[in-house]
């Protein structure tokens, strides 16, 4: 991910998604001196296509953001990665769900994300209103997402 990351007032969390061989990456800090609030951050978009992160992304973007789901219409390296790996969208809940279990009540969860880290965590904050995804107290506790140049999503993918 980042080689230094920080955020001032803020700690670098244990938790974190980093698959090696590319997917859904994310890190987690936790406010410093006592405070309640948690700061997931998704990382964006890997344009490097040489790189197993940088195909996973890709093909991502496509899935998400384009809608495509036939592998003919993909970037011909999709067909190579495993359907898990791609499915961003479930990876960032079932993270999302872990930082909630992790840090539970009185921590707030904010997100934030450029590119495709926007669009999911843009995505994970529309989550919220569908119990099946995040029990209602859980939700509550997702205060929001800041982000920067979000790719636009189809709400049926969700």
Same mark, same amino acid.
């Given at each position: 991910?980042?080689?230094?990351?920080?955020?001032?007032?803020?700690?670098?969390?244990?938790?974190?998604?980093?698959?090696?061989?590319?997917?859904?990456?994310?890190?987690?800090?936790?406010?410093?001196?006592?405070?309640?609030?948690?700061?997931? +951050?998704?990382?964006?978009?890997?344009?490097?296509?040489?790189?197993?992160?940088?195909?996973?992304?890709?093909?991502?973007?496509?899935?998400?953001?384009?809608?495509?789901?036939?592998?003919?219409?993909?970037?011909?390296?999709?067909?190579?990665?495993?359907?898990?790996?791609?499915?961003?969208?479930?990876?960032?809940?079932?993270?999302?769900?872990?930082?909630?279990?992790?840090?539970?009540?009185?921590?707030?969860?904010?997100?934030?994300?450029?590119?495709?880290? +926007?669009?999911?965590?843009?995505?994970?904050?529309?989550?919220?209103?569908?119990?099946?995804?995040?029990?209602?107290?859980?939700? +509550?506790?997702?205060?929001?997402?800041?982000?920067?140049?979000?790719?636009?999503?189809?709400?049926?993918?969700?």
């Amino acid at each position: 991910l980042v080689t230094n990351p920080t955020i001032d007032g803020f700690s670098k969390s244990h938790l974190e998604s980093n698959p090696p061989m590319g997917g859904m990456r994310a890190l987690v800090f936790v406010e410093n001196n006592g405070g309640s609030r948690i700061l997931v +951050a998704f990382r964006g978009t890997d344009l490097n296509s040489t790189t197993p992160g940088g195909q996973s992304d890709l093909c991502a973007d496509q899935i998400l953001f384009d809608n495509i789901t036939n592998p003919a219409d993909m970037y011909p390296f999709c067909g190579n990665i495993p359907p898990t790996q791609l499915d961003y969208y479930g990876v960032a809940k079932a993270f999302l769900r872990s930082v909630l279990v992790t840090y539970p009540a009185p921590y707030e969860v904010l997100m934030t994300g450029h590119s495709l880290g +926007a669009g999911l965590s843009n995505m994970m904050v529309l989550s919220t209103v569908d119990p099946q995804c995040f029990p209602p107290q859980d939700a +509550a506790r997702i205060v929001g997402s800041v982000v920067m140049s979000s790719p636009a999503f189809i709400l049926s993918i969700m």
